[in-house]
């Protein structure tokens, strides 16, 4: 919205000329989606404890001390992420930009559906909520709209094309299994960062990362000097979206702010299942969906972990492979504090990160 307003003016004043770069757009996007967060953060926290009495259900199965340090704290803090992203992004985003529209259309639909796994949760007074098979059709159907917009804006050459890191020349053309795939992606990234988000903090200190990683990949796939220097497809237009990443970024360390042991506030998965859908949905357009599966390798080991855990217990007859899943719960199973699960699995993160962003070189 600013960029419309103030752009214009450049003749009068050079200075607004600062809005033609996507650099200075993004900065000014992290910073207010955090003031945002900062500023109506604790009334929102206020508002969640007064209607949702209790606060978020906790497992009966889950770690014992869950019962006792986690007991009535207030769930889906994710809406005072989505309001600071979803303002930020309309402010300082050029919103004539298409993969900004797709970007926060599957992030404000799965943010619904979370919202409604959520209040069904504090409601009901259990931790079921929205039934999974209702959850996958309402993210399935999502993500094919999605899929069919991002293809249709997509170069005509790289529409049903998927990309391999590490390997400057090689595209698979999937032909009509690559709205399926995507669809995988985008939905498969939503619930794992919705697994991963299970301790104080845990959650969002990855969500930023992989979201700094591809605000990064997003300017380099969007620019064509970079993009031809680092040899990687050039995607016109997907620069824009490192402005919403950073909206993200922004909003995350606002809502740290209040999630840091001891938390104020859970994500829920208002939160989770939204910030998720965004990464894949990045992914997707920039062509890096399987750099996804390494920057957000943390994201894909829990997972993986439930994965494991549900087949092994189903295949043994009762025996479990983990001692808890999702992964982190096993740790806490086998002695280790919440903070120092918490602090190395970010550790992993970042490592993970680290690992993704060398494939924009190692070609």
């Not at 929102?44 to 007064?50: D, P």
């Not at 390997?167 to 999937?174: A, H, P, T, V, Y």
């Not at 990064?216 to 497809?233: E, P």
């Not at 995350?252 to 001891?262: D, H, I, K, S, V």
Request: net charge positive; with cysteine.
């Amino acid at each position: 919205m600013l960029y419309y307003f103030l752009l214009p003016l450049t003749d009068e004043n050079t200075i607004f000329n600062l809005f033609r770069y996507i650099t200075f757009r993004a900065g000014g996007a992290v910073l207010t989606a955090m003031l945002i967060s900062f500023i109506f953060g604790p009334r929102i926290i206020a508002w969640l404890k007064l209607k949702q009495h209790g606060g978020q259900p906790i497992r009966e199965d889950g770690p014992q001390s869950h019962l006792l340090t986690k007991k009535g704290t207030p769930t889906m803090g994710g809406l005072m992420m989505l309001l600071s992203i979803s303002i930020s992004t309309l402010l300082w985003a050029d919103l004539s930009n298409q993969y900004i529209w797709v970007t926060l259309f599957v992030t404000l639909s799965f943010g619904a559906l979370g919202f409604a796994d959520d209040y069904l949760k504090v409601t009901k007074k259990n931790t079921k909520g929205v039934s999974g098979k209702k959850k996958l059709i309402v993210q399935f159907a999502t993500c094919l709209v999605a899929a069919l917009w991002i293809q249709y804006l997509s170069p005509e050459n790289y529409s049903t094309q998927l990309a391999f890191p590490f390997f400057k020349d090689l595209l698979l053309n999937l032909g009509v299994l690559y709205i399926p795939f995507i669809m995988i992606v985008m939905v498969g990234a939503s619930n794992a960062v919705n697994l991963t988000d299970g301790l104080d903090g845990l959650a969002i200190v990855p969500i930023m990362i992989s979201a700094a990683c591809f605000a990064l990949i997003c300017y380099i796939v969007g620019h064509f000097t970079f993009s031809n220097y680092l040899q990687i497809h050039h995607i016109p237009g997907a620069g824009e979206l490192a402005v919403l990443l950073f909206s993200v970024i922004g909003a995350g360390l606002g809502f740290l702010w209040f999630n840091a042991p001891p938390a104020k506030i859970f994500m829920g998965d208002v939160g989770s299942l939204a910030l998720g859908g965004t990464l894949g949905t990045v992914s997707v357009i920039t062509k890096h969906e399987i750099v996804l599966s390494i920057i957000g390798g943390l994201f894909v080991v829990e997972a993986l972990s439930v994965i494991i855990q549900v087949y092994y217990f189903k295949f043994t007859g009762g025996k479990r492979f983990f001692g808890m899943a999702p992964i982190h719960h096993h740790y806490e199973k086998k002695g280790w504090s919440e903070p120092t699960v918490v602090i190395r699995f970010w550790i992993i993160a970042v490592i993970f990160a680290l690992i993704g962003l060398s494939t924009l070189k190692l070609r």
